[in-house]
């Protein structure tokens, strides 16, 4: 059996051609081979397809089906129960939340392409650098304790949530104006962390400025909705919203951090591509592989750590007496999910193996 992945699916026309975009990927598609697709059958037998190619009135059916398959196109379909998806879903679990196509029609009144890549960068940076000029004293204060006592229950993380979608909604909408269509926004886990995502992928193809107003976009619209959170505290005087900003801010000032694959990594390995053979350049990328790799150790361990705590819970269950092996299973994928952290972070030492960026993840505060 063969799926056809790209039927159905939201595309952007660009340059005469179609970007089809995906979960986690970005293809670039004739309008002819996409028109073809989307009269194809979503799932069906290699027979049944060149049954249909023969009835579209293809002259040479058996060898466009082929070109199809080489393409990736027509992919054989694998049940949930496979091996491969298996895995996947255990090792990187990834959920849809936000669709490129529910955007679409959430901002209809937007046209890509009317501004450069110099306004679409000075409209994303002055944003985020006023966000990270407001955010550095939070390293010298304890902001939880200036926010006082918070009431308001579920409010708090509410906000937080919202900010973390409007977060990457920036990504996509910076991704759009930039004519690479929007982008999917979605949930997975990053080593033991729950992070939501947009998927960039294809970003790499644009000019210098349009890459980092994508990288940006995202801290910019969580700079301004900070902003407005003060200014909703100061109209209310509800310090849950005094709160919210403070923590919002803390995240921007985590999302810069370079040595993660959030969106200051992004901006770093654009900025040292760009200009890979400047003399400082080659220094800054070896003081960045050395504290890359310690930080890596650090977030491992601390990884490491917080999967035993919360394992360790599964004891008040009586889990230890009632299931048979359990713990050697639990140090089993602790020791898998987090091979597969230190194979991810390998790639990012790497720079010529390291690909595309597919997403802007965005760690929860714990």
């Known amino acids: 059996m063969l799926t056809n992945i790209f039927k159905s699916r939201y595309y952007v026309e660009r340059d005469g051609s179609l970007l089809v975009i995906g979960k986690t990927s970005c293809h670039e598609l004739s309008p002819q081979t996409y028109k073809l697709l989307s009269y194809l059958p979503d799932r069906a037998a290699e027979a049944e397809y060149l049954a249909e190619l023969g009835r579209l009135g293809a002259s040479e059916p058996e060898?466009?089906?082929?070109?199809?398959?080489?393409?990736?196109?027509?992919?054989?379909?694998?049940?949930?129960?496979?091996?491969?998806?298996?895995?996947?879903?255990?090792?990187?679990?990834?959920?849809?939340?936000?669709?490129?196509?529910?955007?679409?029609?959430?901002?209809?009144?937007?046209?890509?392409?009317?501004?450069?890549?110099?306004?679409?960068?000075?409209?994303?940076?002055?944003?985020?650098?006023?966000?990270?000029?407001?955010?550095?004293p939070l390293l010298f204060f304890d902001w939880r304790a200036a926010s006082g006592n918070i009431s308001g229950g579920m409010l708090l993380p509410a906000i937080l949530l919202a900010s973390i979608l409007l977060h990457e909604m920036g990504h996509s909408l910076a991704a759009y104006l930039n004519g690479i269509g929007f982008r999917p926004i979605g949930f997975s886990i990053y080593l033991v962390y729950p992070v939501f995502y947009t998927n960039v992928s294809g970003v790499g193809e644009l000019p210098l400025k349009r890459r980092l107003s994508v990288n940006l976009g995202g801290l910019a619209v969580q700079s301004l909705f900070s902003f407005f959170l003060f200014l909703v505290y100061a109209a209310s005087g509800a310090k849950v919203f005094l709160a919210a900003a403070y923590y919002i801010l803390y995240l921007l000032l985590f999302n810069l951090n370079p040595l993660v694959s959030t969106d200051g990594y992004w901006c770093w390995k654009d900025l040292t591509d760009a200009y890979k053979d400047h003399p400082y350049t080659k220094n800054f990328q070896r003081a960045y592989a050395l504290l890359s790799v310690v930080f890596s150790g650090y977030l491992l361990y601390v990884a490491y750590t917080l999967f035993v705590n919360v394992l360790g819970y599964f004891r008040l269950f009586g889990l230890e007496s009632r299931v048979p092996g359990w713990q050697a299973v639990a140090n089993a994928y602790i020791f898998i999910v987090l091979l597969k952290g230190v194979s991810d972070r390998l790639k990012l030492y790497f720079p010529g193996r390291d690909p595309s960026p597919v997403e802007h993840p965005l760690i929860l505060a714990r």
């Not at 949930?80 to 029609?105: A, T």
Request: glycine share 8%; net charge positive; aromatic share 4%.
């Open 63 to 136: 060898r466009i089906l082929r070109k199809l398959m080489a393409s990736g196109c027509l992919v054989p379909s694998r049940p949930w129960y496979s091996r491969e998806r298996l895995l996947r879903s255990i090792l990187n679990p990834s959920l849809e939340l936000i669709s490129g196509q529910l955007q679409r029609r959430l901002f209809s009144g937007l046209r890509p392409g009317s501004l450069s890549g110099e306004r679409l960068l000075s409209a994303a940076a002055i944003p985020a650098l006023a966000g990270l000029l407001a955010s550095v």
